[in-house]
């Protein structure tokens, strides 16, 4: 009815591919990204929302691949796009820089990945506010970055901007079952882990007056952490 060279057509090749890609079938969804990025570039033109989309589900197609350099490219297009029609001030854009630190973190260039997620976040606390999911994502990959630096206390800090937003449950369970992979996997550094720990057990608590659900069993492997003196001077 509406023909292959339609914003409509383009729009369900779009969904397949989002469809294929939450699947983890990459080169099915590349296809369908491909369509519709194809129909929208014609249609619609360069410099359109729509077209910046597609350009940057493609580059979560090369991400998730591996592809990093791709992923960079196709990203870089998208943000390109939002900067220039959606303006630096608008959550698109600030999803395009943060979709280019995830590449960089990726890549093991922290300094990179750093400079985009804060670019990111000033963009998230600026527009959505501070209470916002996209703030407190942006939030815990800087923390994320810092961890990785060796500089355990910014990425504290970060942290624990990113749990004081959290307000449903799965969020929670998340943001618990991260820092219980964190105490597991630095006990070695008993600074870092009696702040991770203190970080954990108080998000816990603020959880359990939100969520009668919240398991007890969770706080076991921090228990028993605690027990191993690391709570300790």
């Given at each position: 009815?509406?023909?292959?060279k339609?914003?409509?057509?383009?729009?369900?090749?779009?969904n397949?591919?989002?469809?294929y890609?939450d699947?983890?079938?990459?080169?099915k969804a590349?296809a369908?990204y491909g369509?519709?990025l194809?129909?929208r570039?014609?249609v619609?033109g360069?410099k359109h929302?729509?077209?910046?989309?597609s350009y940057?589900?493609i580059?979560?197609?090369?991400?998730r691949?591996?592809?990093?350099d791709n992923?960079?490219?196709y990203?870089?297009?998208?943000?390109?796009?939002?900067?220039d029609?959606?303006?630096?001030k608008?959550?698109?854009?600030?999803?395009?820089y943060n979709?280019i630190g995830?590449?960089y973190?990726y890549k093991?260039?922290?300094?990179r990945?750093l400079a985009?997620y804060?670019k990111?976040?000033?963009?998230d606390v600026?527009v959505?506010?501070?209470k916002?999911p996209?703030?407190?994502?942006?939030?815990y990959n800087?923390?994320?970055?810092?961890?990785n630096?060796?500089?355990?206390k910014?990425a504290?800090l970060?942290?624990?901007?990113?749990f004081g937003?959290?307000?449903n449950?799965s969020r929670?369970?998340k943001s618990?079952s991260?820092?219980?992979?964190y105490?597991?996997?630095?006990l070695?550094?008993?600074?870092?882990?009696?702040?991770?720990?203190?970080?954990?057990?108080?998000t816990?608590?603020?959880?359990r007056?939100?969520?009668?659900?919240?398991k007890?069993?969770?706080m076991e492997?921090l228990?028993k952490?605690?027990?191993?003196?690391?709570?300790?001077?």
């Amino acid at each position: 009815v509406l023909g292959e060279k339609h914003p409509d057509t383009a729009a369900s090749y779009y969904n397949i591919g989002l469809v294929y890609n939450d699947k983890g079938d990459y080169d099915k969804a590349f296809a369908y990204y491909g369509k519709a990025l194809a129909i929208r570039e014609e249609v619609l033109g360069e410099k359109h929302p729509d077209t910046a989309a597609s350009y940057g589900n493609i580059g979560t197609v090369y991400y998730r691949k591996g592809d990093y350099d791709n992923a960079l490219a196709y990203y870089g297009k998208a943000l390109a796009i939002d900067v220039d029609v959606l303006g630096e001030k608008h959550p698109d854009t600030a999803t395009s820089y943060n979709n280019i630190g995830n590449v960089y973190y990726y890549k093991g260039d922290y300094d990179r990945a750093l400079a985009y997620y804060e670019k990111a976040l000033a963009i998230d606390v600026e527009v959505l506010g501070e209470k916002h999911p996209a703030t407190a994502t942006s939030y815990y990959n800087i923390g994320n970055v810092y961890n990785n630096k060796g500089n355990y206390k910014n990425a504290i800090l970060y942290w624990e901007e990113t749990f004081g937003s959290i307000k449903n449950s799965s969020r929670y369970i998340k943001s618990l079952s991260i820092l219980r992979r964190y105490v597991l996997s630095n006990l070695s550094d008993k600074s870092f882990l009696r702040n991770t720990l203190s970080l954990a057990m108080d998000t816990v608590e603020r959880a359990r007056v939100d969520l009668s659900s919240m398991k007890d069993n969770f706080m076991e492997p921090l228990i028993k952490s605690k027990k191993c003196g690391i709570m300790g001077e």
